[in-house]
């Protein structure tokens, strides 16, 4: 059974519209060295989905056409396969744009990126690593045996070029995911629970804490049909929806990008195959458009948009409004 199909019924979700862009998220392809059971983009090594050297090239002359852009804001997969993502990245700095390296940690090991966590320093790149959890039983379960290991060796080595040092200006965020169909706990005690963990057992320091939703697409989806819990977790978020949340979700502000160059609202329209317009135009290419040509369009909206708006909401930068009542535990 395919987990995006219960999502594509019409929704109750608020009407949105678009604002000015501020933030590319670029996916540069689906590869990845890890295949996590939460993974919203079913990614791992057998993908084959790859920006292409052209494709860059056309989204660099978007950027130079949109001033209005601030940020780069770089995903996958693991963005770092790609073989241009070194590029883009110089090329970004270069037209001082915000750019952002949402990373695994453990890319960090693999063979033939021992010195990318230099590079990522020297150009000033922000990092938003994922770390589920503070305990190794639990990030294993959710990411792979051995990746909690590999994703501590990630940080400290991150943290000993000057990430997250005070007035280093290298900024080193996590993301927290839960590991089953339940919302995230409060983002600020959660915070205080890693800083408190991650300090005390391996030294590591960190800017800031993200609390993400789980998707009830792609695998993570898949695994909730297998389970018979995906109509209660659409239930949950449904449930928990909070209309303050609606002014700040990131699509309003946000353009996502995948590897072909083809425009959505967000990463998880794109993996929902629902591209930026109306149902049945033609995609939208970054070729054929500019930022500010896109501001005031209606954003696609279905029931999966519930996941940014329940409870304290959830975006890219985490939670969007006040905290919800739960204990501040990352085992759930």
């Given at each position: 059974?395919?987990?995006?199909l219960?999502?594509?019924?019409?929704?109750?979700?608020?009407?949105?519209?678009r604002?000015?862009?501020e933030?590319?998220?670029?996916?540069?392809?689906?590869?990845?060295?890890?295949?996590?059971?939460?993974?919203?983009?079913?990614?791992?090594?057998?993908?084959?989905?790859?920006?292409?050297?052209?494709?860059?090239?056309?989204?660099?002359?978007?950027?130079?056409?949109?001033?209005?852009?601030?940020?780069?804001?770089?995903?996958?997969?693991?963005?770092?396969?790609?073989?241009?993502?070194?590029?883009?990245?110089?090329a970004?700095?270069?037209?001082?744009?915000?750019?952002?390296?949402?990373?695994?940690?453990?890319?960090?090991?693999?063979?033939?990126?021992?010195?990318?966590?230099?590079?990522?320093?020297?150009?000033?790149?922000?990092?938003?690593?994922?770390?589920?959890?503070?305990?190794?039983?639990?990030?294993?379960?959710?990411?792979?045996?051995?990746?909690?290991?590999?994703?501590?060796?990630?940080?400290?080595?991150?943290?000993?070029?000057?990430?997250?040092?005070?007035?280093?200006?290298?900024?080193?965020?996590?993301?927290?995911?839960?590991?089953?169909?339940?919302?995230p706990?409060?983002?600020?005690?959660?915070?205080?629970?890693?800083?408190?963990?991650?300090?005390?057992?391996?030294?590591?320091?960190?800017?800031?804490?993200f609390?993400?939703s789980?998707m009830?697409?792609?695998?993570?989806?898949?695994?909730?049909?297998?389970?018979?819990?995906?109509?209660?977790?659409?239930?949950?978020?449904?449930?928990?929806?909070?209309?303050?949340?609606?002014?700040?979700?990131?699509?309003?502000?946000?353009l996502?990008?995948?590897?072909?160059?083809?425009?959505?609202?967000?990463?998880?329209?794109?993996?929902?195959?629902?591209?930026?317009?109306?149902?049945?135009?033609?995609?939208?290419?970054?070729?054929?458009?500019?930022?500010?040509?896109?501001?005031?369009?209606?954003?696609?909206?279905?029931?999966?948009?519930?996941?940014?708006?329940?409870?304290?909401?959830?975006?890219?930068?985490?939670?969007?409004g006040?905290?919800?009542?739960?204990?501040?535990?990352?085992?759930?």
């Amino acid at each position: 059974m395919h987990a995006t199909l219960p999502l594509l019924a019409i929704s109750t979700f608020p009407a949105l519209r678009r604002r000015s862009v501020e933030t590319l998220q670029v996916n540069l392809g689906y590869r990845c060295n890890q295949s996590c059971v939460h993974c919203h983009v079913n990614a791992g090594p057998q993908r084959k989905e790859e920006m292409t050297a052209e494709t860059i090239d056309a989204l660099l002359d978007f950027i130079a056409a949109s001033p209005e852009v601030k940020a780069l804001d770089l995903t996958g997969g693991a963005p770092e396969l790609n073989k241009h993502f070194r590029r883009l990245v110089v090329a970004g700095r270069q037209r001082g744009l915000r750019v952002i390296d949402r990373c695994n940690l453990t890319i960090l090991e693999e063979p033939g990126h021992e010195d990318l966590a230099g590079f990522l320093a020297a150009h000033r790149v922000e990092v938003v690593a994922s770390l589920p959890c503070y305990l190794e039983e639990n990030v294993d379960r959710q990411r792979g045996k051995g990746t909690f290991d590999a994703s501590i060796r990630g940080l400290q080595g991150l943290n000993a070029l000057g990430y997250a040092a005070p007035d280093s200006g290298l900024l080193l965020n996590l993301v927290f995911n839960p590991q089953g169909p339940t919302l995230p706990p409060p983002q600020e005690a959660l915070t205080a629970a890693y800083r408190e963990h991650l300090g005390q057992e391996f030294g590591i320091v960190f800017n800031d804490l993200f609390t993400l939703s789980n998707m009830p697409i792609q695998r993570f989806g898949s695994m909730l049909i297998s389970k018979g819990q995906f109509n209660s977790y659409m239930q949950l978020l449904r449930s928990a929806h909070r209309d303050a949340n609606v002014d700040n979700v990131m699509c309003r502000n946000l353009l996502s990008i995948d590897w072909q160059g083809y425009l959505y609202d967000c990463d998880f329209n794109q993996q929902l195959g629902l591209p930026l317009g109306k149902p049945g135009q033609p995609r939208l290419h970054i070729t054929a458009v500019t930022a500010a040509a896109l501001e005031g369009r209606p954003i696609r909206v279905a029931d999966h948009c519930y996941g940014c708006t329940a409870g304290q909401g959830s975006s890219c930068g985490g939670a969007l409004g006040e905290e919800i009542a739960a204990a501040p535990a990352c085992g759930v």
